[in-house]
């Protein structure tokens, strides 16, 4: 088995599993990209067991404190574990991330459940090469009628690795319908956005529907309409679905539909909806929502573009309060773990502080049990929510 020699002052002597190229003192043994390498200090002691790829700027993904190889049996328990956990926490569910990278010890594989089709994500080379062994893991202990590999995130850049998506196991059905905390979608795992549906959101619209009863909700960023379907279902007075994809908005028809429900579409963009709506009511028009949600897609992806993402949020949360009336709801989510609790809770009282309003923290959210976190690895935890109530001035 070939190696690295790790740097001192490593994230990884703090228990973190990634390894960055700048950490590495020298490589022996002449490993290949894909291969498992063992990871050491500069005393020849053994730091553990990881997924090797000097073509991305993590060189290294410790998976196993122990010597261990990647083979059948391998892929077999880590999957068993996996799925063991997701059914000890949320039972079995027609809607599912049953394997989710490094959270459970396998970094770089996702895969998520939509009733009997799984379909797969390898975003790191080592398990791209280990096809076969993770597709039988799966098969044995899901017994799923298809297996589809989508591998056409844009992050398989940084590993070298071209898209691909095909069919490794059964047949795919045409779009079909999913049920999930009591809502039904219609569901295209082929060709929707990410594997099919944000499935980390699942428990959090149930949580905002809370607020909804009797109220005007204004869904921005909706995507397939989640937050904008559980509202309605939990009798909000009016419900307005906003997003700048028209594909998007279909869908959310659709599932309208399926749910015995009624809201308006809106094909927009939600910045500029956000921005004229809110320059009405500092005009003197009235507030048209109760409820404003705010689920927009990463700003950033990195830190360099972390100061712009910056200036986005604070101006969505800046527009969105500006609509609210006194005792108005704003449910807001972030998913990029490079803002971290606290810099979004600051972006959020910033914006409050320009509209002039007082808000009061009612809840709080975070990503579904079956995206698990890992203390020693932050990134595990990307997903933050909160919803305020807009109190009277003081």
Request: glycine share 8%; hydrophobic share 40%.
């Amino acid at each position: 088995m070939g190696g690295l020699i790790i740097a001192p002052k490593a994230r990884v002597f703090h228990g973190h599993d990634w390894v960055y190229g700048t950490e590495v003192r020298a490589v022996f043994g002449n490993p290949q990209p894909g291969d498992v390498v063992a990871l050491k200090d500069h005393r020849d002691r053994f730091l553990g067991s990881a997924l090797y790829n000097p073509r991305s700027q993590i060189v290294a993904r410790r998976f196993s404190r122990r010597k261990q190889q990647l083979d059948a049996d391998f892929f077999r328990r880590r999957v068993h574990q996996a799925v063991e956990l997701r059914r000890q926490k949320l039972g079995s569910e027609e809607l599912m991330r049953e394997v989710w990278s490094e959270s459970d010890g396998l970094p770089g594989l996702i895969v998520d459940r939509y009733r009997d089709v799984l379909v797969v994500q390898m975003l790191t080379l080592a398990m791209l090469l280990h096809e076969s062994e993770i597709v039988e893991a799966l098969r044995e202990e899901l017994q799923p009628a298809c297996v589809l590999v989508r591998n056409d995130s844009p992050v398989l850049a940084a590993e070298g690795i071209e898209p691909d998506t095909h069919i490794a196991f059964g047949n795919m059905p045409p779009p079909f319908v999913v049920t999930g905390r009591g809502l039904k979608f219609e569901v295209d795992p082929a060709h929707g956005q990410k594997t099919g549906l944000y499935l980390d959101q699942l428990d959090n619209y149930g949580q905002v529907a809370q607020y909804a009863k009797g109220k005007r909700v204004l869904d921005c960023f909706c995507n397939q309409g989640g937050f904008a379907l559980a509202c309605a279902k939990g009798g909000a007075a009016d419900v307005t679905a906003v997003d700048i994809s028209e594909l998007a908005m279909q869908a959310v028809q659709r599932n309208a539909q399926l749910n015995g429900v009624s809201l308006h579409r809106v094909v927009a963009n939600a910045f500029d909806m956000l921005s004229a709506e809110s320059e009405a009511v500092r005009k003197g028009g009235d507030s048209k929502w109760d409820v404003i949600v705010l689920d927009p897609p990463s700003f950033t992806r990195n830190r360099k573009s972390l100061n712009g993402a910056l200036r986005g949020y604070k101006e969505i949360h800046l527009r969105a309060l500006q609509m609210l009336p006194v005792g108005g709801i704003l449910s807001t989510f972030c998913c990029s773990h490079h803002m971290s609790r606290e810099l979004f809770m600051q972006v959020i009282a910033e914006a409050a502080v320009d509209a002039h309003c007082t808000l009061r923290l009612v809840a709080e959210h975070g990503q579904r049990a079956d995206h698990p976190v890992l203390l020693n690895i932050p990134e595990t935890q990307y997903l933050r929510g909160f919803t305020f109530e807009l109190v009277a001035g003081r």
